[in-house]
């Protein structure tokens, strides 16, 4: 079956990653590269070496200024061509202890994870209808349908998040534009390691496979949402 030959290839399709400087989101900038996408990761560390590929380079970008991720998009589009796809990885977590905060950092890990992002799917958007369409995969969290105590801001902005990409998913369809999340359970990352191992063990005695996620496994998901293999999922 000819059509099943090259099952995840992302050959010659220009993507752009945000949140790519560390964690899930470098992982995703090596694996997506080596799938043979060109990759734009972007994020608001400095100085990221991306020596794996060829395929892949780093920018700098500050994705709470709307502008400024905007006219990366347009330089983006002016160098390749064309922008086919968008994955969403940029996020904080601010966890609630008793200050006067609370409410600020509520509102600042909303404005982030989720007007930041929708900002960032709006200037994207633009790009991808010119290029014929794409796949835009935003990565939200269990978060999103299963309450934790203490990061009301994370949980709310995650499943508004959620939602954000079944709206986009309609309004863009029409642009040939697919829309989707991807809401990892608990994934191997640096912050993950800080976890309590009692906790962590009952945290795995709940997940089937006996074991923590890895990063791969996401770019596994992405790698397929990416691709034109998926080009009948939307929304979902």
């Not at 964690?23 to 990221?48: C, F, H, P, Q, Y």
Request: contains cysteine.
């Amino acid at each position: 079956m000819h059509y099943l030959e090259k099952t995840f290839t992302l050959e010659k399709k220009i993507i752009i990653i945000s949140g790519a400087s560390r964690g899930i989101g470098l992982t995703l900038a090596n694996s997506l590269s080596m799938a043979g996408a060109m990759v734009i990761g972007v994020g608001r560390s400095k100085n990221v070496n991306y020596d794996f590929s060829e395929n892949a380079s780093y920018f700098e970008c500050n994705l709470s200024n709307h502008n400024e991720f905007e006219l990366l998009c347009g330089k983006i589009y002016k160098k390749f061509g064309s922008i086919d796809g968008l994955v969403n990885v940029a996020g904080i977590s601010i966890e609630n202890i008793e200050t006067k905060d609370n409410v600020k950092n509520f509102t600042n890990t909303v404005d982030f994870n989720l007007t930041s992002t929708y900002a960032v799917c709006n200037s994207a958007h633009s790009y991808m209808k010119k290029s014929g369409g794409g796949s835009i995969v935003n990565i939200t969290s269990i978060g999103a349908s299963i309450s934790f105590p203490n990061n009301p801001g994370y949980q709310s902005s995650k499943a508004g998040l959620r939602m954000l990409s079944k709206s986009l998913a309609l309004d863009y369809s029409q642009d040939n534009i697919r829309v989707n999340n991807i809401s990892p359970g608990y994934i191997k990352t640096d912050m993950t390691e800080k976890i309590n191992e009692e906790f962590k063990k009952i945290l795995i005695s709940k997940i089937p496979s006996g074991s923590l996620g890895t990063a791969e496994d996401v770019s596994n998901c992405v790698a397929f949402l990416a691709s034109d293999m998926s080009r009948y999922i939307n929304g979902e």
